[in-house]
């Protein structure tokens, strides 16, 4: 219709300039003439005039929308002409009136979903632009949820743990402790929690924040207590170089209690130590060089020590 219209238009400015040149070349009389040539050029004006209204206002994308705060989502566009906004599909805008230029608007959203809508500009004249769709987006107002699955196991400087989050995002780890795992997925993950040294951590706190901006409460470690430093072992009393008896009486000291292992042809008649000077004996089998003797200690945080070389004996004659 509107084409029918331009070419009307067209056509009879095109018929008026014809008539303006024939009347010209027959008139005699100047002032009728200057009279009929000023009523042709305002009629030729107001045909311009309404030709130019025939366009309607062009719409340009500029920037993508992102969730603002109080469910808003913020989208700029460029209007061609000034006029009336309209807005389609599922949103709705903070902007009724368009000017010649750029414009930043607000389309409020109610509920969650998905979102595909479209603005349009409609001018003075009555023209209205192609619709201009917003790109889709995706409104979620649901706060994750992040849980605890199980005990978490601590090895030497690290905690390993599962956990579980209700939806996929990003973990931040707050408090004198890092991860290995930033970006999880819904449902369950293993991770490993690190701390910068030895010493108990009660302010270890994870929370998971999804594409949205929501961010989940805190999930508390609680009391972690990290001791990865080995036991130390050392030589405080060695057996005799020569012995008469199968129960030789040794001792050393440690830096930490826990298990004793021994390797070789001896053993201890005690397994746990404490920490401080431990007096033990150690068993013999039979008569003989007693060389290969070696034992290492095992803390409650499975810290193991350097094994202790236990000084070599000879076992000369047995006797209890």
Do not use: W
């Amino acid at each position: 219709m509107k084409n029918l219209r331009i070419f009307g238009l067209i056509g009879l400015v095109i018929y008026t300039i014809l008539l303006m040149m024939a009347c010209g070349r027959g008139t005699e009389n100047d002032s009728t003439s200057n009279e009929f040539l000023n009523t042709i050029s305002s009629l030729s004006s107001s045909i311009i005039k309404n030709l130019k209204g025939t366009t309607p206002p062009i719409l340009t994308h500029i920037k993508s929308p992102s969730l603002q705060e109080n469910n808003l989502v913020s989208f700029k566009f460029r209007s061609s002409k000034a006029g009336t906004i309209s807005y389609s599909g599922n949103c709705f805008g903070s902007t009724k009136n368009a000017i010649k230029g750029d414009h930043h608007i607000l389309l409020g959203v109610m509920v969650e979903g998905n979102y595909d809508c479209a603005i349009q500009v409609t001018d003075l004249e009555g023209n209205t632009s192609e619709p201009l769709q917003v790109p889709s987006f995706r409104v979620d107002f649901s706060v994750p949820e992040l849980f605890q699955v199980g005990d978490f196991r601590v090895q030497g400087r690290n905690v390993e743990m599962e956990i579980k989050a209700s939806e996929t995002g990003n973990l931040v780890y707050t408090g004198n402790c890092s991860g290995d795992l930033q970006h999880m997925n819904q449902g369950k993950s293993e991770l490993t929690i690190s701390f910068p040294g030895d010493g108990q951590y009660s302010d270890c706190e994870l929370t998971l924040s999804d594409a949205s901006g929501n961010t989940s409460e805190p999930l508390p470690l609680g009391t972690v207590l990290i001791d990865a430093t080995p036991p130390v072992l050392a030589e405080i009393k060695p057996v005799a170089k020569k012995i008469h008896t199968n129960r030789p009486n040794y001792s050393f000291k440690t830096s930490k209690s826990g298990t004793l292992r021994f390797i070789g042809k001896c053993r201890g008649n005690v397994d746990k130590a404490v920490v401080g000077i431990n007096h033990i004996a150690l068993l013999t089998v039979e008569p003989g060089v007693y060389d290969d003797c070696t034992m290492t200690l095992t803390d409650s945080s499975n810290n193991q020590s350097q094994p202790l070389k236990i000084s070599p004996f000879v076992l000369v004659g047995g006797q209890s």
